[in-house]
């Protein structure tokens, strides 16, 4: 399948692997790109530009495929040395960004005059514009569904994914409640060049993470993630648990003037927890809805191949199979 984003990255298939803290590494990395989707490494995860640089060193052992680095501009007073972080990534020899979290209008020039490709990551039309304004490459267009910060819009892809091709000229890709062929052929119907993909990639054989994680993600529903933070507009959707029971009590007692000292114990420092030591209580780690559509852990080529597969067979069979139906009897009536 061709669309403007393997065109873009040079990638076979047009699925991408978000940065996710604590699951980001060189394995899942490496793993989606050997796949022929874009893999991409997880830039804050590594504590120092220093890590970074080796974590890049240790992907490119392990794949000759294009893969990328995630930066995300956190919203906070102390910032990482981002300068520093994306030196280690041009000098890695990394060609493409995933940027998220505030605009990387700063360190575009930076990273353009590095030759960097960037998709940038965001939840709305108009920071999708801001993007594209700015000289991003492509965007990463996130609904409401995703699992991570669906930021304060609650704007579901099925309306904002639309909304973003009528308005961008750059290409997109639909992130935020992907899975499947189902997800894959739906997306590009409503305009996206491709998808982009967190949870699920979670639940990969090859993913990094505690085996906790991912029969949790296996037995989850799409009832199971609760949106926290809102009171400091950072909406998170997590998995919900006992930790996440017990921030959203905090939360209702403390209404709007919740202050991010009040949920230390519940937010901060729980990823290695979760991700390393399979501490399923721990307390909120980023999940989509989208656990509701996963029932296996398949390595991550299988899980690639099957979505490429399926989504020949959905545009060959079902949807041309709808318009072939009107001049054919109904034995040709494609089902899913
Ligand atoms: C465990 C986890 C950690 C994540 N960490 C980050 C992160 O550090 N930076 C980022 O830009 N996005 C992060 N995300 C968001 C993903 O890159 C992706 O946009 C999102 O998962 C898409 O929604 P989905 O989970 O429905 O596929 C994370 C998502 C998950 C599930």
Request: glycine share 10%.
């Amino acid at each position: 399948m061709k669309t403007a984003i393997t065109e873009l990255f040079g990638i076979e298939h047009p699925i991408i692997q978000g940065g996710m803290h604590y699951v980001g590494f060189a394995e899942l990395a490496s793993a989606v790109s050997n796949a022929g989707g874009l893999g991409i490494i997880t830039g804050l995860t590594q504590k120092t530009p220093e890590l970074l640089a080796k974590e890049i060193a240790r992907c490119r052992d392990m794949t000759d495929e294009p893969f990328g680095v995630n930066l995300t501009f956190l919203p906070t007073f102390s910032a990482p040395p981002y300068p520093e972080y994306i030196a280690a990534i041009r000098e890695g020899g990394v060609k493409i960004v995933e940027t998220a979290g505030r605009s990387p209008e700063q360190y575009m020039p930076a990273l353009k005059a590095a030759g960097i490709k960037v998709i940038h990551k965001c939840t709305s039309v108009r920071h999708s514009l801001k993007a594209e304004a700015i000289g991003c490459d492509a965007v990463s267009v996130d609904g409401f569904e995703c699992g991570g910060h669906p930021g304060e819009d609650d704007m579901p892809n099925m309306i904002l994914l639309p909304r973003a091709a009528e308005e961008l000229t750059i290409p997109f890709v639909a992130s935020g409640g992907m899975a499947d062929a189902r997800s894959l052929v739906a997306a590009l119907a409503l305009g996206a060049a491709g998808i982009n993909m967190g949870t699920r990639f979670i639940a990969t054989r090859e993913a990094p993470v505690h085996d906790n994680v991912k029969q949790a993600i296996v037995a989850a529903t799409e009832f199971d993630t609760r949106l926290v933070m809102r009171a400091l507009r950072n909406t998170e959707r997590v998995l919900t648990n006992k930790g996440v029971e017990r921030l959203i009590e905090i939360e209702r007692e403390k209404g709007r003037a919740l202050k991010i000292d009040d949920i230390l114990n519940e937010v901060a420092g729980v990823y290695p927890k979760v991700m390393i030591d399979g501490d399923m209580d721990a307390g909120a780690w980023s999940c989509g809805m989208v656990v509701g559509l996963i029932n296996d852990v398949p390595t991550v080529k299988e899980l690639i191949d099957r979505i490429m597969t399926e989504a020949e067979h959905i545009i060959r069979q079902r949807l041309t199979g709808f318009l072939d139906a009107s001049r054919t009897p109904a034995k040709t009536l494609a089902v899913a």
